[in-house]
């Protein structure tokens, strides 16, 4: 075992990112230390099957206790960041959702494995349509990357050939699809909406994790020490050199304070709290970038709740009806030949076969019951995903006046979205519902009120990469531009989101940038 | 580090089988060793395999079944319309519990009482306004309805759910009532209990959080 004099990488977080740094780093040989500022959770011991009327709430949950975790239930509360433990501030009218696990492994535990690459419409958005900047890279650059990464999380999938979501390492997804998605997909054809499989990452077991998928092959290694409870605070920098040499951080149960030493950090602890790390060290602040452009992807996730006539009464037939797939971006597509008053585009994923909610029936007593028996198994459902644009105002600072449970300021948002996003999931919600209604099915509901921003748990763009290090905090590799040991491999190096769920983008990054790193050290160029 | 691992692996043994390991790396006896006269066999407080250690599993209920919840929260005229509203929106019959079986007034007196500030408004404005129309219109509080003269005073407030809350009090108050009279009615024990014993019931009729069993989180240690 290396002494803490030892390691050549010090890595924040061990979620998709961070995992995927020290999968890359150990394997060329390079002793890491990873920090991370939840607990190695037990899953055997920290959860257990329980009937809904034994909980405090009756499984509506603790009132008040998440108030921005909409994905929170009773079941499920204890695995969200306690908002009283680490708390954001922002203004009242306009709510931000910071969604948050600390736990090894991260999100990654929990994450819906949506799995897409971007494309050039994303990497090149600027030179398509004008608006904003281009990544410092190309498809071309990542697309090696993507094609180790979804073997590593067996993508299964159907491939397509379509510019805009290029095909991937995929397990084949052949499946016949029932009657309620054949028409479905026909109806959305004349419309020329294209629709495919949903692409999604199959994992090993119960996870498609860092947790099951990346952190046990690093530590087959002997290269990665991984010291769970440890909430880094500030990243020292060697007043001589200007070069990052090791963390700050606090023990989770003690709060005793500690210091970890290392040649070179890399910062996966996620987007917002990479920036916020980075914000409360002084680091990376010298183009003006850090913190701004905060971007994701609005959802909608009941844009249309429609029913299936034919299989109602419980005549749904085995065949007739189950199974979903995904949309891909199909607005403004040519360039110059705007189709849409938005700009981009927007993705959408649907399902069949489940039960509409009671609420959509204006009903109650015996008569609600009869009409939900009626629908079961009947429903068609969609979310509704779309681009949100990189606006330098919508941004984080540090809130100097609030501190977390371990005396370390806060974040303040200041994120809203704009009539591009109205527009585009307006649009969203009238194609969803053309599409069923030329399908043959009812529409119960449609809607275009997105959820407030950070509800899809997909924030981006906080340390965005560039090619010039007056516009960016991270270049090509994402390496800071001030200081040149340090990396950050997280979400916040995107520059445009695109409407595509970003895991596979993110551990795609992560690995290319490590492998930049490890040739650094291994040339001695750090 | 693998140290450590050690002494984890220790303690999660039972203390039976740590002693039987200790045994099997003993040195073999040398016969210089003097046998021992065998000494009479100890009194066994538990089996060899450890399951003597067993703690035991004490069979208990919840509060609910041994006692009654102390009302705080609503007003008396609140109260007796949120237990007719919820009888009208989840009513006892057939052999499925509703939401009076299911104490649910009771329960929503304490969920309310606890909730954000904003919430309790819904609530309470909700029920004053019942009492208020009903009194209009029928001269007597919203208690006192048979079920036709209710369902008709809020027939006209009952909508189907939008994103944005309805802009009229009542309405909002109806959409937040018949969510919650129903959720806290199909995730009682009375409810699950009944729908299990349904023919052709599988393992209960709610779903994983709606009479249903879920898989919980602890507090993360």
């Known amino acids: ?526 | 580090m693998k140290r450590r691992r050690f002494f984890q692996s220790a303690i999660a043994l039972p203390v039976g089988s740590a002693l039987l390991a200790q045994e099997a790396v003993k040195p073999a006896s040398t016969a210089s060793v003097p046998v021992a006269t065998p000494h009479p066999a100890p009194p066994t407080y538990g089996s060899a395999n450890g399951s003597g250690m067993e703690y035991p599993k004490i069979e208990t209920e919840g509060p609910d079944q041994a006692s009654t919840p102390v009302l705080h929260f609503f007003s008396p005229a609140q109260y007796a319309a949120l237990k007719r509203l919820s009888d009208l929106l989840m009513p006892s019959g057939g052999e499925l519990a509703g939401a009076l079986d299911a104490r649910v007034p009771e329960f929503l007196d304490f969920y309310v009482g606890k909730s954000p500030v904003d919430r309790q408004d819904i609530y309470t404005a909700g029920l004053d306004l019942l009492n208020h129309q009903s009194t209009q219109k029928y001269r007597k509080p919203f208690a006192d309805l048979n079920d036709s003269e209710a369902a008709a005073l809020i027939a006209p407030a009952v909508r189907p759910w939008n994103y944005v809350a309805p802009a009229d009090p009542l309405a909002h108050f109806l959409e937040e009532a018949r969510r919650e009279v129903r959720a806290a009615t199909m995730n009682s024990r009375e409810y699950l209990h009944a729908a299990a014993s349904e023919p052709g019931a599988r393992g209960g009729r709610g779903g994983r959080r709606q009479g249903g069993v879920g898989l919980y989180w602890y507090p993360l240690d």
């Not at chain 1, 897409?116 to 398509?128: G, P, V």
């Not at chain 1, 006539?309 to 403004?332: S, V």
């Not at chain 1, 079961?376 to 330098?392: D, F, N, Q, V």
């Open chain 1, 1 to 526: 075992m290396p002494t803490q004099q030892d390691y050549d990488v010090l890595i924040i977080g061990s979620g998709a990112s961070g995992g995927m740094a020290a999968y890359t780093l150990t394997k060329k040989g390079i002793k890491c230390l990873m920090l991370d500022a939840g607990p190695n959770v037990d899953f055997q011991r920290e959860r257990a099957l329980k009937p809904v009327y034994d909980l405090p709430y009756r499984g509506l949950g603790d009132p008040g206790r998440l108030p921005h975790v909409i994905q929170a239930n009773e079941f499920n509360a204890n695995q969200w960041v306690d908002e009283k433990q680490v708390p954001y501030t922002h203004d009242s009218k306009e709510p931000y959702n910071w969604v948050r696990v600390r736990m090894l492994g991260g999100k990654s535990n929990f994450w819906a494995r949506m799995s897409f690459r971007l494309s050039d419409f994303e990497f090149k958005a600027k030179d398509h349509d004008g608006f904003g900047e281009n990544w410092p890279i190309s498809y071309a650059d990542l697309k090696p990357y993507y094609d180790q990464v979804e073997p590593i999380f067996r993508v299964a999938g159907r491939k397509e050939g379509w510019a805009q979501l290029p095909d991937g390492i995929f397990l084949e997804d052949d499946s016949p699809d029932s009657e309620c998605v054949k028409r479905f997909n026909a109806s959305a054809t004349k419309l020329n909406v294209p629709v495919t499989k949903m692409r999604r990452a199959t994992g090993k077991g119960p996870l498609a994790s860092s947790l099951n998928l990346l952190l046990p092959d690093a530590l087959e290694t002997g290269n990665l020490t991984i010291v769970p409870d440890s909430v880094a605070r500030e990243i020292s920098v060697d007043k001589n050199t200007g070069l990052a040499n090791g963390v700050h951080f606090v023990e989770r149960h003690s709060k005793r304070e500690m210091f970890a030493k290392a040649r070179c950090v890399v910062l996966g602890a996620s987007c917002l709290e990479s920036t916020r790390l980075l914000l409360n060290s002084g680091l990376g602040g010298a183009s003006g970038a850090l913190g701004h452009y905060l971007h994701d992807q609005f959802y909608i996730t009941q844009g249309v709740m429609a029913s299936m006539p034919e299989a109602r009464d419980g005549k749904g037939k085995r065949g007739m009806i189950g199974g979903g797939g995904y949309i891909p971006r199909f607005t403004n597509l040519i360039k110059g030949k705007p189709d849409r008053d938005f700009l981009r585009g927007y993705a959408m994923d649907f399902s069949t076969g489940g039960t509409p909610d009671a609420k959509y029936f204006p009903q109650y007593g015996a008569e609600l019951e009869k009409t939900l028996a009626s629908y079961r198994g009947t429903a068609i459902s969609a979310t509704i995903m779309g681009e949100a644009l990189a606006r330098y105002e919508n941004h984080v600072t540090i809130n100097k006046n609030v501190s977390d449970a371990f005396g370390i300021p806060v974040l303040n948002f200041q994120v809203k979205y704009t009539d591009n996003e109205f527009k585009m999931a307006l649009d969203a919600k009238n194609t969803l519902e053309e599409i069923c209604h030329g399908a043959g099915f009812d529409v119960l509901h449609a809607s275009d009120k997105m959820y407030p921003p950070g509800y899809s748990i997909h924030e981006v763009g906080t340390c965005r990469m560039g090619d010039d290090p007056k516009k960016s905090v991270l270049n090509k590799w994402n390496q800071t531009w001030d200081v040149k040991n340090l990396f950050v491999v997280d979400g916040s190096s995107f520059v445009t989101s695109g409407p595509q769920n970003p895991t596979m983008t993110i551990l795609s990054l992560s690995m290319r940038a490590s492998e930049y790193l490890a040739e650094q050290l291994r040339t001695k160029a750090i």
